[in-house]
Protein backbone atom coordinates (compact mmCIF):
# COMPACT_ATOMS: atom_id res chain seq x y z
CA UNK A 1 0.00 0.00 0.00
CA UNK A 2 1.31 3.69 -1.00
CA UNK A 3 2.42 5.21 2.42
CA UNK A 4 0.64 8.19 1.73
CA UNK A 5 -2.54 6.29 1.48
CA UNK A 6 -2.31 4.49 5.04
CA UNK A 7 -2.98 6.25 8.10
CA UNK A 8 -0.01 5.39 9.93
CA UNK A 9 1.56 6.81 6.47
CA UNK A 10 -0.01 10.04 6.78
CA UNK A 11 0.10 10.66 11.17
CA UNK A 12 3.84 9.97 10.47
CA UNK A 13 4.30 12.58 8.35
CA UNK A 14 2.25 14.93 10.13
CA UNK A 15 4.60 14.05 13.25
CA UNK A 16 7.53 14.49 11.39
CA UNK A 17 6.06 18.34 10.24
CA UNK A 18 5.59 19.18 13.88
CA UNK A 19 8.56 18.00 14.73
CA UNK A 20 10.46 20.08 12.40
CA UNK A 21 8.53 23.40 13.06
CA UNK A 22 9.24 22.95 16.55
CA UNK A 23 12.65 21.80 16.58
CA UNK A 24 13.48 24.71 13.93
CA UNK A 25 12.07 26.65 16.32
CA UNK A 26 14.26 25.63 19.72
CA UNK A 27 17.26 25.73 17.06
CA UNK A 28 16.88 29.08 16.09
CA UNK A 29 16.13 30.55 19.57
CA UNK A 30 19.83 28.32 20.99
CA UNK A 31 21.61 29.66 17.92
CA UNK A 32 20.26 33.45 18.65
CA UNK A 33 21.55 33.02 22.45
CA UNK A 34 24.61 31.24 21.84
CA UNK A 35 25.90 34.02 19.31
CA UNK A 36 24.60 36.67 21.83
CA UNK A 37 27.02 34.87 24.60
CA UNK A 38 29.98 34.53 21.63
CA UNK A 39 29.90 38.09 21.15
CA UNK A 40 29.93 39.20 24.78
CA UNK A 41 32.77 36.93 25.21
CA UNK A 42 34.72 37.90 22.32
CA UNK A 43 34.29 41.82 23.41
CA UNK A 44 35.23 40.83 27.06
CA UNK A 45 38.44 39.57 26.02
CA UNK A 46 39.08 42.06 23.60
CA UNK A 47 38.67 44.78 26.54
CA UNK A 48 40.97 42.50 28.87
CA UNK A 49 43.56 42.35 26.60
CA UNK A 50 43.09 46.51 25.57
CA UNK A 51 43.40 47.73 29.16
CA UNK A 52 46.32 45.96 30.22
CA UNK A 53 48.16 47.36 27.13
CA UNK A 54 46.58 51.02 27.49
CA UNK A 55 47.28 51.48 30.86
CA UNK A 56 51.13 50.68 30.24
CA UNK A 57 51.23 53.68 27.43
CA UNK A 58 49.14 55.65 29.79
CA UNK A 59 52.11 55.84 31.95
CA UNK A 60 54.60 55.87 29.75
CA UNK A 61 58.05 57.78 31.15
CA UNK A 62 60.03 58.11 28.14
CA UNK A 63 61.03 57.13 24.52
CA UNK A 64 63.77 54.56 26.03
CA UNK A 65 60.66 52.08 27.00
CA UNK A 66 59.54 51.64 23.51
CA UNK A 67 61.72 48.89 22.73
CA UNK A 68 60.55 46.96 25.90
CA UNK A 69 56.82 48.21 24.67
CA UNK A 70 57.03 46.55 21.56
CA UNK A 71 59.19 43.19 23.08
CA UNK A 72 56.04 42.58 25.27
CA UNK A 73 53.50 43.48 22.49
CA UNK A 74 55.83 40.70 20.57
CA UNK A 75 55.41 38.45 23.70
CA UNK A 76 51.62 38.89 23.60
CA UNK A 77 50.45 37.87 20.22
CA UNK A 78 49.96 34.07 20.01
CA UNK A 79 51.65 31.99 17.63
CA UNK A 80 48.60 31.66 15.77
CA UNK A 81 47.74 35.74 15.75
CA UNK A 82 44.28 35.05 17.25
CA UNK A 83 45.17 38.82 19.16
CA UNK A 84 47.09 41.39 17.23
CA UNK A 85 48.17 44.61 18.32
CA UNK A 86 48.88 48.25 16.18
CA UNK A 87 50.49 51.28 17.72
CA UNK A 88 49.99 53.86 14.58
CA UNK A 89 52.42 56.98 14.55
CA UNK A 90 54.53 59.63 12.27
CA UNK A 91 57.42 58.39 14.33
CA UNK A 92 58.68 55.20 12.74
CA UNK A 93 60.24 54.83 16.65
CA UNK A 94 56.74 54.15 18.13
CA UNK A 95 55.30 51.99 15.06
CA UNK A 96 54.32 48.57 15.72
CA UNK A 97 52.75 45.80 14.04
CA UNK A 98 52.15 43.68 10.59
CA UNK A 99 49.60 44.65 7.78
CA UNK A 100 49.67 48.40 9.02
CA UNK A 101 49.28 49.94 5.71
CA UNK A 102 45.43 48.30 5.74
CA UNK A 103 44.74 49.55 8.80
CA UNK A 104 45.16 53.45 7.97
CA UNK A 105 41.63 53.24 7.52
CA UNK A 106 40.54 53.09 10.91
CA UNK A 107 37.75 54.46 12.43
CA UNK A 108 38.97 57.42 14.53
CA UNK A 109 36.34 57.18 17.44
CA UNK A 110 38.05 56.21 20.33
CA UNK A 111 37.64 53.49 22.38
CA UNK A 112 34.52 51.81 20.12
CA UNK A 113 34.44 48.06 19.08
CA UNK A 114 34.45 48.03 15.77
CA UNK A 115 35.57 45.43 12.62
CA UNK A 116 38.89 44.75 10.33
CA UNK A 117 39.11 43.19 7.47
CA UNK A 118 42.37 41.49 6.92
CA UNK A 119 43.52 40.10 3.88
CA UNK A 120 44.20 36.44 4.39
CA UNK A 121 41.32 35.80 7.10
CA UNK A 122 37.75 34.65 6.36
CA UNK A 123 36.61 36.36 9.63
CA UNK A 124 36.86 40.36 10.35
CA UNK A 125 38.64 41.10 13.42
CA UNK A 126 37.20 42.93 16.57
CA UNK A 127 38.97 45.63 17.08
CA UNK A 128 39.25 48.37 20.22
CA UNK A 129 41.70 51.75 19.79
CA UNK A 130 42.84 54.65 21.80
CA UNK A 131 44.13 57.55 20.61
CA UNK A 132 47.46 59.41 22.73
CA UNK A 133 47.94 63.07 21.54
CA UNK A 134 51.55 63.96 21.12
CA UNK A 135 53.21 65.24 24.41
CA UNK A 136 56.71 65.83 25.67
CA UNK A 137 57.02 62.30 25.73
CA UNK A 138 56.06 61.18 22.38
CA UNK A 139 54.56 62.15 19.17
CA UNK A 140 50.65 61.67 18.53
CA UNK A 141 49.89 57.72 17.96
CA UNK A 142 46.94 55.44 18.03
CA UNK A 143 47.33 51.98 20.23
CA UNK A 144 44.96 49.08 18.23
CA UNK A 145 43.60 45.53 19.80
CA UNK A 146 42.29 42.77 17.44
CA UNK A 147 40.99 39.72 18.34
CA UNK A 148 40.14 37.22 15.82
CA UNK A 149 36.60 36.53 15.72
CA UNK A 150 37.74 33.12 13.92
CA UNK A 151 37.26 30.57 17.03
CA UNK A 152 33.66 31.81 17.65
CA UNK A 153 32.72 31.82 14.22
CA UNK A 154 33.86 28.40 14.15
CA UNK A 155 31.98 27.63 17.50
CA UNK A 156 28.53 28.94 15.55
CA UNK A 157 29.57 26.41 12.77
CA UNK A 158 30.13 23.62 14.77
CA UNK A 159 27.12 24.14 17.12
CA UNK A 160 25.03 25.00 13.60
CA UNK A 161 26.07 21.40 12.35
CA UNK A 162 24.71 19.63 15.37
CA UNK A 163 21.95 21.22 15.33
CA UNK A 164 21.39 20.45 11.97
CA UNK A 165 21.81 16.62 12.57
CA UNK A 166 19.65 17.02 15.62
CA UNK A 167 16.70 18.46 13.95
CA UNK A 168 17.00 15.75 11.24
CA UNK A 169 17.46 13.09 13.83
CA UNK A 170 14.84 14.40 15.77
CA UNK A 171 12.44 14.89 13.18
CA UNK A 172 13.28 11.33 11.50
CA UNK A 173 12.94 9.64 15.34
CA UNK A 174 9.39 11.21 15.62
CA UNK A 175 8.40 9.81 12.57
CA UNK A 176 9.36 6.34 12.95
CA UNK A 177 7.57 6.46 16.14
CA UNK A 178 4.50 8.16 15.15
CA UNK A 179 4.59 5.48 12.50
CA UNK A 180 5.13 2.52 14.78
CA UNK A 181 2.39 4.28 17.39
CA UNK A 182 0.00 4.64 14.94
CA UNK A 183 -0.01 1.15 13.86
CA UNK A 184 0.30 -0.51 16.76
CA UNK A 185 -3.05 1.75 17.56
CA UNK A 186 -4.54 0.51 14.04
CA UNK A 187 -4.08 -3.50 14.84
CA UNK A 188 -7.41 -3.90 15.57
CA UNK A 189 -8.81 -2.04 12.39
CA UNK A 190 -6.46 -4.54 10.63
CA UNK A 191 -8.01 -7.61 12.12
CA UNK A 192 -11.74 -6.30 11.44
CA UNK A 193 -10.44 -6.26 7.67
CA UNK A 194 -8.98 -9.30 7.86
CA UNK A 195 -12.41 -10.57 9.40
CA UNK A 196 -14.05 -8.87 7.21
CA UNK A 197 -12.36 -10.67 4.10
CA UNK A 198 -13.46 -13.65 5.71
CA UNK A 199 -17.01 -12.85 5.19
CA UNK A 200 -18.69 -15.12 2.51
CA UNK A 201 -22.35 -16.37 1.61
CA UNK A 202 -21.44 -20.14 2.88
CA UNK A 203 -20.66 -18.44 6.42
CA UNK A 204 -23.47 -16.14 6.67
CA UNK A 205 -24.41 -16.20 10.36
CA UNK A 206 -20.26 -14.92 10.94
CA UNK A 207 -19.83 -12.22 12.52
CA UNK A 208 -17.07 -9.73 13.78
CA UNK A 209 -16.00 -10.05 16.87
CA UNK A 210 -16.59 -6.29 18.80
CA UNK A 211 -14.90 -7.13 22.17
CA UNK A 212 -11.73 -5.51 22.94
CA UNK A 213 -12.19 -2.83 20.44
CA UNK A 214 -11.82 0.30 20.71
CA UNK A 215 -14.80 2.63 21.17
CA UNK A 216 -14.28 4.22 17.76
CA UNK A 217 -14.04 0.77 16.15
CA UNK A 218 -16.90 -1.12 18.40
CA UNK A 219 -19.52 1.29 16.93
CA UNK A 220 -18.61 1.07 13.12
CA UNK A 221 -18.38 -3.16 13.91
CA UNK A 222 -21.43 -3.15 15.23
CA UNK A 223 -23.17 -1.14 12.92
CA UNK A 224 -21.29 -3.61 10.05
CA UNK A 225 -22.95 -6.54 12.18
CA UNK A 226 -26.15 -5.26 12.38
CA UNK A 227 -26.23 -4.68 8.48
CA UNK A 228 -25.03 -8.46 8.21
CA UNK A 229 -28.22 -9.56 10.11
CA UNK A 230 -30.23 -8.32 8.06
CA UNK A 231 -28.29 -9.18 4.57
CA UNK A 232 -28.54 -12.86 6.50
CA UNK A 233 -32.21 -12.75 6.44
CA UNK A 234 -33.14 -11.10 3.60
CA UNK A 235 -30.35 -13.42 1.42
CA UNK A 236 -31.82 -16.48 3.72
CA UNK A 237 -35.65 -15.53 2.59
CA UNK A 238 -33.99 -14.94 -1.03
CA UNK A 239 -33.10 -19.13 -0.62
CA UNK A 240 -35.95 -20.31 0.78
CA UNK A 241 -38.17 -18.19 -1.57
CA UNK A 242 -36.11 -20.29 -4.30
CA UNK A 243 -36.68 -23.15 -3.28
CA UNK A 244 -40.32 -22.48 -3.39
CA UNK A 245 -40.38 -21.09 -6.51
CA UNK A 246 -38.44 -24.35 -7.90
CA UNK A 247 -40.73 -26.41 -5.80
CA UNK A 248 -43.80 -24.89 -7.35
CA UNK A 249 -43.26 -24.70 -10.65
CA UNK A 250 -41.92 -28.09 -10.33
CA UNK A 251 -44.97 -29.84 -10.17
CA UNK A 252 -46.98 -28.61 -12.42
CA UNK A 253 -44.08 -29.16 -15.52
CA UNK A 254 -43.86 -32.92 -14.08
CA UNK A 255 -47.44 -33.16 -14.70
CA UNK A 256 -46.82 -31.82 -17.88
CA UNK A 257 -43.98 -33.95 -18.95
CA UNK A 258 -46.02 -37.17 -17.26
CA UNK A 259 -48.93 -36.71 -19.04
CA UNK A 260 -47.63 -36.06 -22.79
CA UNK A 261 -45.16 -38.93 -22.30
CA UNK A 262 -48.20 -41.61 -21.46
CA UNK A 263 -50.25 -39.86 -24.26
CA UNK A 264 -47.25 -40.70 -27.26
CA UNK A 265 -47.18 -43.99 -25.38
CA UNK A 266 -49.36 -45.68 -28.04
CA UNK A 267 -51.64 -44.62 -30.69
CA UNK A 268 -54.48 -42.01 -29.13
CA UNK A 269 -57.82 -41.08 -30.77
CA UNK A 270 -58.67 -37.35 -31.00
CA UNK A 271 -60.70 -37.46 -27.83
CA UNK A 272 -58.27 -38.93 -26.40
CA UNK A 273 -55.55 -36.28 -27.49
CA UNK A 274 -57.86 -33.74 -26.63
CA UNK A 275 -58.40 -34.31 -23.07
CA UNK A 276 -54.52 -34.61 -22.41
CA UNK A 277 -54.56 -31.80 -23.76
CA UNK A 278 -57.14 -30.03 -22.08
CA UNK A 279 -55.23 -31.09 -18.92
CA UNK A 280 -52.02 -29.73 -20.07
CA UNK A 281 -53.53 -26.01 -20.75
CA UNK A 282 -54.75 -26.23 -16.97
CA UNK A 283 -51.51 -26.90 -15.31
CA UNK A 284 -49.62 -24.88 -18.08
CA UNK A 285 -52.38 -21.60 -17.22
CA UNK A 286 -50.98 -22.95 -13.56
CA UNK A 287 -47.76 -21.98 -14.31
CA UNK A 288 -48.36 -18.59 -16.33
CA UNK A 289 -50.37 -17.65 -12.75
CA UNK A 290 -47.56 -18.36 -10.43
CA UNK A 291 -45.08 -16.41 -12.66
CA UNK A 292 -47.51 -13.51 -13.09
CA UNK A 293 -47.64 -13.30 -9.43
CA UNK A 294 -44.28 -13.87 -8.90
CA UNK A 295 -43.54 -10.92 -12.08
CA UNK A 296 -45.62 -8.90 -9.61
CA UNK A 297 -44.37 -9.42 -6.66
CA UNK A 298 -40.79 -8.71 -8.00
CA UNK A 299 -42.29 -5.70 -9.28
CA UNK A 300 -43.73 -4.66 -6.11
CA UNK A 301 -40.40 -5.38 -4.12
CA UNK A 302 -38.90 -2.87 -6.61
CA UNK A 303 -40.51 0.25 -5.14
CA UNK A 304 -43.18 -0.16 -8.01
CA UNK A 305 -45.64 2.59 -7.65
CA UNK A 306 -49.46 2.53 -8.66
CA UNK A 307 -50.11 4.17 -12.01
CA UNK A 308 -52.57 6.30 -11.47
CA UNK A 309 -54.48 6.72 -8.21
CA UNK A 310 -58.01 7.58 -8.48
CA UNK A 311 -60.94 8.79 -6.08
CA UNK A 312 -63.29 5.64 -5.93
CA UNK A 313 -66.64 4.11 -3.90
CA UNK A 314 -64.55 1.04 -2.85
CA UNK A 315 -67.35 -0.40 -2.23
CA UNK A 316 -68.71 -0.27 -5.91
CA UNK A 317 -65.04 -1.61 -6.63
CA UNK A 318 -65.89 -4.79 -4.55
CA UNK A 319 -69.33 -5.57 -6.43
CA UNK A 320 -67.37 -5.82 -9.75
CA UNK A 321 -64.91 -8.15 -7.74
CA UNK A 322 -67.71 -10.18 -6.57
CA UNK A 323 -70.13 -10.28 -9.84
CA UNK A 324 -66.37 -11.78 -11.21
CA UNK A 325 -66.41 -14.36 -9.12
CA UNK A 326 -70.05 -15.43 -10.09
CA UNK A 327 -69.76 -18.83 -10.84
CA UNK A 328 -67.10 -19.66 -8.02
CA UNK A 329 -69.61 -18.40 -5.64
CA UNK A 330 -72.64 -20.37 -6.91
CA UNK A 331 -70.58 -23.55 -7.35
CA UNK A 332 -69.66 -23.29 -3.44
CA UNK A 333 -72.74 -21.86 -2.60
CA UNK A 334 -71.84 -19.14 -0.51
CA UNK A 335 -73.06 -15.82 -0.26
CA UNK A 336 -71.39 -12.04 0.10
CA UNK A 337 -72.67 -9.46 1.69
CA UNK A 338 -70.99 -5.74 1.46
CA UNK A 339 -71.22 -3.32 4.60
CA UNK A 340 -70.40 0.02 4.54
CA UNK A 341 -68.77 2.36 2.12
CA UNK A 342 -65.50 4.31 2.02
CA UNK A 343 -63.63 6.78 -0.33
CA UNK A 344 -60.32 6.57 -1.16
CA UNK A 345 -57.82 7.00 -3.83
CA UNK A 346 -56.96 3.40 -5.77
CA UNK A 347 -55.28 1.91 -8.46
CA UNK A 348 -58.54 0.01 -9.58
CA UNK A 349 -56.90 -3.52 -11.29
CA UNK A 350 -54.60 -3.29 -7.87
CA UNK A 351 -57.63 -2.73 -5.30
CA UNK A 352 -59.41 -5.38 -7.43
CA UNK A 353 -56.86 -8.50 -7.83
CA UNK A 354 -56.62 -7.67 -3.72
CA UNK A 355 -60.38 -8.28 -2.94
CA UNK A 356 -60.59 -11.09 -5.72
CA UNK A 357 -57.87 -13.06 -3.67
CA UNK A 358 -59.35 -12.57 -0.13
CA UNK A 359 -62.54 -13.75 -1.86
CA UNK A 360 -60.74 -16.46 -3.58
CA UNK A 361 -59.46 -17.43 -0.12
CA UNK A 362 -62.49 -16.88 1.57
CA UNK A 363 -64.70 -18.59 -0.49
CA UNK A 364 -62.38 -21.74 -0.36
CA UNK A 365 -62.43 -21.80 3.34
CA UNK A 366 -66.08 -21.13 3.64
CA UNK A 367 -68.49 -24.62 4.58
CA UNK A 368 -71.24 -24.27 1.82
CA UNK A 369 -74.17 -22.37 2.72
CA UNK A 370 -72.50 -19.78 4.66
CA UNK A 371 -72.16 -16.26 4.32
CA UNK A 372 -69.61 -14.10 3.83
CA UNK A 373 -69.10 -10.26 5.07
CA UNK A 374 -66.87 -7.76 3.24
CA UNK A 375 -66.62 -4.70 5.37
CA UNK A 376 -65.42 -1.34 4.26
CA UNK A 377 -64.74 2.00 6.91
CA UNK A 378 -62.79 4.99 6.64
CA UNK A 379 -61.24 5.38 9.99
CA UNK A 380 -58.73 8.02 10.83
CA UNK A 381 -56.74 8.62 7.48
CA UNK A 382 -56.83 4.79 6.23
CA UNK A 383 -59.77 3.26 4.75
CA UNK A 384 -59.74 -0.65 5.71
CA UNK A 385 -61.70 -3.59 3.58
CA UNK A 386 -61.97 -6.72 5.40
CA UNK A 387 -63.45 -10.10 4.32
CA UNK A 388 -64.75 -12.58 6.93
CA UNK A 389 -65.62 -15.69 6.45
CA UNK A 390 -66.93 -19.36 8.87
CA UNK A 391 -64.45 -21.39 8.87
CA UNK A 392 -62.07 -23.93 10.65
CA UNK A 393 -59.78 -21.57 12.91
CA UNK A 394 -56.41 -20.51 12.11
CA UNK A 395 -53.38 -21.24 14.45
CA UNK A 396 -52.23 -17.67 16.37
CA UNK A 397 -48.90 -19.09 15.67
CA UNK A 398 -49.77 -18.84 11.90
CA UNK A 399 -51.66 -15.71 11.47
CA UNK A 400 -48.05 -13.44 11.32
CA UNK A 401 -46.75 -15.51 8.42
CA UNK A 402 -49.73 -15.58 5.81
CA UNK A 403 -48.57 -13.44 4.15
CA UNK A 404 -45.71 -14.45 3.39
CA UNK A 405 -44.42 -15.88 -0.33
CA UNK A 406 -45.49 -19.08 -0.70
CA UNK A 407 -46.75 -19.74 3.13
CA UNK A 408 -49.83 -22.34 3.17
CA UNK A 409 -51.54 -23.19 6.77
CA UNK A 410 -52.25 -26.76 5.29
CA UNK A 411 -48.61 -27.71 4.37
CA UNK A 412 -50.92 -31.18 2.81
CA UNK A 413 -52.63 -28.06 0.40
CA UNK A 414 -49.48 -27.35 -1.24
CA UNK A 415 -49.67 -27.47 -5.10
CA UNK A 416 -53.69 -28.76 -4.81
CA UNK A 417 -54.21 -26.85 -8.62
CA UNK A 418 -56.34 -23.25 -6.92
CA UNK A 419 -53.25 -22.70 -4.09
CA UNK A 420 -49.93 -21.72 -4.57
CA UNK A 421 -49.18 -19.23 -1.67
CA UNK A 422 -48.94 -16.43 -3.29
CA UNK A 423 -52.52 -14.86 -2.63
CA UNK A 424 -52.01 -12.72 0.55
CA UNK A 425 -48.38 -11.84 -0.51
CA UNK A 426 -49.80 -9.82 -3.54
CA UNK A 427 -52.32 -8.42 -1.15
CA UNK A 428 -50.14 -6.72 1.15
CA UNK A 429 -47.59 -5.73 -1.59
CA UNK A 430 -50.86 -3.74 -2.74
CA UNK A 431 -51.46 -2.25 0.57
CA UNK A 432 -48.07 -1.49 0.54
CA UNK A 433 -48.40 0.89 -2.44
CA UNK A 434 -51.50 2.57 -1.11
CA UNK A 435 -49.60 3.01 1.95
CA UNK A 436 -51.50 1.02 3.60
CA UNK A 437 -51.04 -2.51 5.75
CA UNK A 438 -52.48 -5.95 6.11
CA UNK A 439 -54.51 -7.64 9.19
CA UNK A 440 -55.45 -11.45 9.43
CA UNK A 441 -57.21 -12.70 12.77
CA UNK A 442 -59.46 -15.70 13.91
CA UNK A 443 -61.78 -16.14 16.76
CA UNK A 444 -65.02 -17.37 17.57
CA UNK A 445 -64.95 -19.15 14.60
CA UNK A 446 -64.90 -16.78 12.00
CA UNK A 447 -61.51 -15.93 10.09
CA UNK A 448 -60.95 -12.07 8.96
CA UNK A 449 -58.26 -10.99 6.74
CA UNK A 450 -57.80 -7.69 5.31
CA UNK A 451 -55.93 -4.30 4.06
CA UNK A 452 -55.85 -0.79 4.25
CA UNK A 453 -55.28 2.12 1.94
CA UNK A 454 -54.34 5.96 2.78
CA UNK A 455 -57.14 7.90 2.58
CA UNK A 456 -54.93 10.93 1.61
CA UNK A 457 -53.16 10.36 -1.42
CA UNK A 458 -50.64 13.11 -1.11
CA UNK A 459 -48.04 11.49 0.28
CA UNK A 460 -47.97 8.35 -1.36
CA UNK A 461 -48.48 9.17 -4.54
N1 LIG B 1 -60.10 -17.04 4.81
C1 LIG B 1 -59.19 -17.94 5.19
N2 LIG B 1 -59.47 -18.94 6.04
C2 LIG B 1 -58.57 -19.84 6.41
N3 LIG B 1 -57.28 -19.83 5.99
C3 LIG B 1 -56.93 -18.89 5.16
C4 LIG B 1 -57.84 -17.87 4.71
N4 LIG B 1 -57.16 -17.02 3.90
C5 LIG B 1 -55.90 -17.50 3.83
N5 LIG B 1 -55.76 -18.61 4.58
C6 LIG B 1 -54.50 -19.38 4.74
O1 LIG B 1 -53.44 -18.58 4.31
C7 LIG B 1 -52.64 -19.26 3.34
C8 LIG B 1 -52.07 -18.28 2.37
O2 LIG B 1 -53.05 -17.72 1.55
P1 LIG B 1 -52.70 -17.29 0.09
O3 LIG B 1 -51.50 -16.44 0.18
O4 LIG B 1 -53.91 -16.69 -0.54
O5 LIG B 1 -52.27 -18.63 -0.61
P2 LIG B 1 -53.18 -19.75 -1.25
O6 LIG B 1 -54.57 -19.26 -1.17
O7 LIG B 1 -52.67 -19.84 -2.64
O8 LIG B 1 -52.90 -20.95 -0.45
C9 LIG B 1 -53.59 -20.24 2.72
O9 LIG B 1 -52.86 -21.34 2.24
C10 LIG B 1 -54.47 -20.62 3.88
O10 LIG B 1 -53.88 -21.65 4.60
MG1 LIG C 1 -55.24 -17.53 -1.98
Redesign the pocket.
Known sequence: MNAIHSIAGRLAAMFALAALLVLSILAYILDRELATVLERQQVEQLDTKFKDIDYVLKRLRGPEQWERIHAKLDALTPPDRSTQYWILSDDPQIRYGNALAEIVSISQDASSVGELRIGGRAEPMLIRNDYFPADERHAALRFIVGVDSEPYARTRRAFRTVMLASVSGGVLLVALIGYLITHWGLVPLKRLSREAHALSPSMLSQRLVTAQLPAELSDLAQSFNGALDRLEAAYQQLESFNADVTHDLRTPLTNLIGHTQVALSRERSVPQLVEVLQSNLEDMERLRGIVNDMLFLARANQGERPQQLLRTSLAAEVHKAIEFLDFLLEEAQVHVRVQGDAQAPIERSLFCRAVT?LL??AI?HSPPGSEIVVELAAAEDHARVTVSNPGPAIPAEHLGRLFDRFYRVDASRTNSGE?HGL??AIVKAVAAMHAGNVSATSRGGITTVGFSVLLDAQDSA
Request: proline share 0%; charged share 15%; no cysteine.
Open positions: NHNRSGL
